[in-house]
């Protein structure tokens, strides 16, 4: 049964820093991944969907990677702002009918 | 930019009552889903429907609920005795789904409060 897991659970940085979020998945027999974001009380935004033949994605200032063998992506954030302030969630879709299994996520605070 | 849609934003209902919550998917899209997140929990898979019937549920996904697309448009999931633990914020997403090249698309959610 796939697991999706993300640390750290929580990141506090200052404003203008680079940083990264990690996902880890247990089969690697995966279609895709997909990075979302979640503001609170809010729905999900998607942020990048990365193929499982791909080994990376960007947009703007985000960058997601992903080794497919080894069960791994992370989610660069390059020069952090504070509406950038969110939780940040990973899934992979793992069935035949592009159902996601998600990750609890990284709830990422951005302070002035 | 097309999004999916959902109604009501928040809705509170008494234990033992039905409910109907409703979403309008993206329209060129062919792969509907369900999905819940009870508070401070991950986002869990529900159930899926494409070609007007269900292609995969969850554990979860019991006899109590169901789902249906009445019309050309809309796709409902329907509750039929809420409990405490129905709870949730559901969301409903769409896609086209064609293997790896495929892209879900979430609507804001439904707040669910059963009291």
């Known amino acids: 049964k796939q697991e999706v897991t993300q640390i750290p659970a929580a990141l506090s940085v200052p404003e203008g820093e680079n940083l990264v979020l990690n996902c880890s998945f247990t089969?690697?027999?995966?279609?895709?991944l997909q990075w979302f974001r979640q503001d609170p009380g809010k729905g999900l935004t998607s942020l990048l969907l990365i193929q499982s033949s791909q080994r990376e994605q960007t947009s703007g200032r985000l960058n997601a990677s992903l080794d497919k063998s080894s069960g791994r992506s992370t989610l660069y954030i390059a020069a952090s702002q504070p509406g950038d302030s969110a939780t940040y969630l990973c899934a992979v879709i793992g069935g035949s009918q592009g159902n996601l299994i998600f990750g609890k996520g990284t709830k990422l605070s951005v302070k002035p | 930019e097309p999004e999916v849609t959902q109604t009501p934003s928040h809705q509170v209902t008494q234990m033992g009552q039905e409910v109907i919550l409703r979403c309008v998917p993206i329209?060129?899209?062919?792969?509907f889903y369900w999905y819940r997140q009870i508070l401070g929990q991950k986002v869990e898979f529900l159930v899926s429907f494409y070609n007007n019937e269900i292609s995969e549920k969850s554990e979860i996904f019991d006899d109590q609920f169901s789902v249906e697309r009445p019309d050309g448009s809309n796709f409902t999931l329907k509750i039929r005795s809420t409990k405490l633990e129905d709870s949730a914020m559901y969301f409903c997403?769409?896609?086209?789904?064609?293997?790896?090249?495929?892209?879900?698309?979430f609507g804001q959610g439904t707040r669910l409060t059963v009291v």
């Open positions: 329209s060129n899209h062919l792969y």
């Open positions: 997403a769409s896609s086209v789904w064609q293997g790896g090249d495929t892209e879900a698309f």
């Open positions: 089969d690697s027999a995966i279609y895709n």
